[in-house]
């Protein structure tokens, strides 16, 4: 067998200049040469629904696999439903999962924390060595194909599922990977709905030993409405990158609205948290305060303070925030959300409501549910027995120290 480094050095090499629609070849091919039957990657979808293959591979060998194993599609280029399957099993708890019979294995395909999709490998039986190899195969996969996302209509098209709006198109465009972290903190988002957001947007970022946060809530679910949050986003990113606080950035995602969009509102929490100390500071501009979950628990009123008025009424420096402050403690929970997911309501009208925002994601968590996983879980239940009926933006950030 070729030397491991040696077979993914080549593939790497050999990545440089072609397309997403050339990269399976190339990773099937370097997964025989490590001794596999075969590799194939699937991404999951903006909605983390379903994963589908990064392109109709040609016919392979067929391999031994039971055909009532819920973890193989009926072809090898249909998509795989994340609930349900072993690939699903895989992509949720980012664990490489094996057939019954050890011919086929799923591994995750995360980018730092982010979790892209899995790699489908066939073997005649998996050994450790292999394993660990199909590891190193399933990284490098995933740099590659995250290399193309942002200019590969190939990869684009795989990870939707229907069209897009304008506007919609323009916040994607502007938001950042929904999971960021390190070993000390996960940050986690999820807009909805994902083809048709119009007015939320979200942000995050790392820096010099800190997180920042933003969570946005432009009034409407028009072009103008998610105009509005991709201003906001860049006037947050260049005033906090030219060293402004959190009330300059208030200060100036209200003038810019002000100026250059008029009579469109805006609500906003603005955050950042010091990695090292734990200490959250925050500013409220007319949005729903964030709740702090400590040991399974909502903290009454820990982050209930007066907010500032939304932006974009022209205020300037005569109105700045203020800013708020608390002490985290290993392990907190901090949940931001839009008005629109606690807005949601049933069939017969009933609220989605905060508590019960909060009591999903404490029961996830309790059931070992990393960040990502307990959002993708209750914005699935969101979908099954609520109707939204303006854009839902949740936000979880978790300070795990190590």
Known sequence: MPNEDAVLSALLASSNR????????????AGRKLGLSGAQVYLADLQQARLTPLVHPAPETPSPIEPTDPSKPSKPSEPIQIE?????????????QRSRDDCTA???MIDGVERVGVLRVTAPCFEDALLESCAALSGLATLLVTAKSSHDELVVDRTRSRTMTTQAELLWAFVPPRTIGTDDVTSTAILE????????AFDHSLGDGVLHLALL???GHDLASGGASAVALGASRATRRAGGTLADIATTIDTTLSEWIPDRLLTAVIARL????GQFTWINCGHPPPLLIREGHVVPHAMEFPAHLPLGLGLGQAAAPDEHHI?????DRVLLYSDGVTEARTSDGSLFGEQRLADSVIRS???GNAPPETLRRLVRNLHEHHRLHDDATIMLVRWHPH
Do not use: C, K
Not at 18 to 29: F, Q, S
Not at 84 to 94: I, K, N, P
Not at 193 to 200: K, L, N, V
């Open 274 to 277: 010091d990695i090292a100390t």
């Open 217 to 219: 809530d432009a009034m």
């Open 193 to 200: 709905p994902a083809y048709e957001a119009g007015g939320d």
């Open 84 to 96: 349900g399957s072993m690939a699903g099993l895989a992509y949720r708890t980012q664990r490489t």
């Open 106 to 108: 799923w591994v995750p």
């Open 18 to 29: 072609v397309t997403a629609a050339d990269i399976p070849a190339l990773i099937d091919e």
């Open 327 to 331: 002490r985290l403690q290993p392990g």
């Open 365 to 367: 968590m309790a059931s």
